[in-house]
C-alpha cells in the first residue's frame, strides 16, 4: 500500500461548480498537509497548509483535514477555468524545524469546462 | 524575490554522459530539497540539507546519483553515468525554519 493515495483523474467539472479533490494516507506520523497546484510543464505551486484536523479556508478554497480517517481533502468554490491544472496533495512528518521531506501524492488532473 | 533558480531548464545527454543539475534556492531558506518527478512514480523527494549538511538520502536511486550544497545559495544534483530510466523531470525547492516548501521551475532531463 502506498503511503498516500491520491485519483488521479482526469476529474471534468462545469465552470462555477464546487470541486471535492481528495487523498488518504497511512501512516499516523504524518503531521502535516499541504496541497499544491501544478499546471503543465511548470513547478508545484503551493495553496494550502495546515497541520491540525479541521478546516481551513482561503478565497474559494479550503482544505480539510481529518487525522482519525487519515483523510483529507480540498474543496475549490465557483471554479474557474484558470483553476485546470493537476493538484496533488503533499504530506509530511515533523523533523525538529518543520516539516520533514515531503510524500506527495499522484496528483488528480482537474479540467474546468467553460 | 527571484525565487527558486534551477538550471539548466532542459537537459537532453546521451547515455553513460555526466549530468549536473543546478539550484540556487530562495535566501534565507535554511533548508534545500531534490525531488524528482516521473509519470510512473509521481514526485519523490531525492534529498534534502539543512544548513549545508545533508539530512536524509534515502530516496536517492543509487549511486551513480550524489548531490552537494558547498554553501547555502548553491546546490547540485550530479547523475554519473546516465541512463534513460533517468529521464525525468527534477525540482529543486527550499524553506526557512517552520514553514513549507516553494518550488523551483524544474529541469527536463532526457537521456538518449
Known amino acids: 500500500q502506498k503511503e498516500v493515495e491520491q485519483d488521479p483523474g482526469p476529474l471534468s467539472v462545469p465552470e462555477g461548480a464546487i470541486v471535492s479533490l481528495n487523498c488518504t494516507y497511512s501512516n499516523s506520523a504524518f503531521q502535516y498537509f499541504m496541497w499544491y497546484r501544478q499546471y503543465s510543464r511548470k513547478g508545484p505551486e503551493l495553496l494550502m497548509y495546515?497541520?491540525?484536523?479541521g478546516n481551513k479556508e482561503d478565497g474559494r478554497f479550503t482544505a480539510q483535514v481529518d487525522k482519525s480517517s487519515k483523510y483529507i481533502s480540498l474543496f475549490i468554490r465557483d471554479s474557474q477555468p484558470s483553476d485546470s491544472a493537476t493538484y496533488l496533495c503533499a504530506l509530511a512528518r515533523y523533523s525538529g524545524g518543520g516539516a520533514d521531506g515531503l510524500t506527495f501524492g499522484k496528483g488528480t488532473h482537474l479540467i474546468i469546462q467553460p | 524575490d527571484a525565487g527558486v533558480i534551477q538550471s539548466p531548464r532542459h537537459e537532453v545527454t546521451e547515455m553513460g554522459q555526466e549530468v549536473t543539475l543546478r539550484c540556487k534556492p530562495i535566501s534565507g531558506h535554511d533548508y534545500l530539497f531534490w525531488y524528482r518527478q516521473t509519470m510512473m512514480r509521481g514526485l519523490e523527494l531525492l534529498i534534502y540539507f539543512n544548513n549545508n549538511v545533508p539530512i536524509d538520502d534515502s530516496g536517492m536511486p543509487e549511486d551513480r546519483f550524489s548531490a552537494k550544497m558547498p554553501n547555502a545559495s548553491f546546490s547540485t544534483l550530479k547523475i554519473q553515468p546516465s541512463e534513460p530510466r533517468d529521464s525525468a523531470v527534477y525540482f529543486c525547492?527550499?524553506?526557512?525554519?517552520?514553514?513549507?516548501?516553494?518550488f523551483g521551475p524544474g529541469t527536463r532531463l532526457t537521456v538518449l
Open positions: 525547492a527550499s524553506r526557512p525554519v517552520s514553514d513549507t516548501q516553494y
Open positions: 495546515t497541520y491540525s484536523s
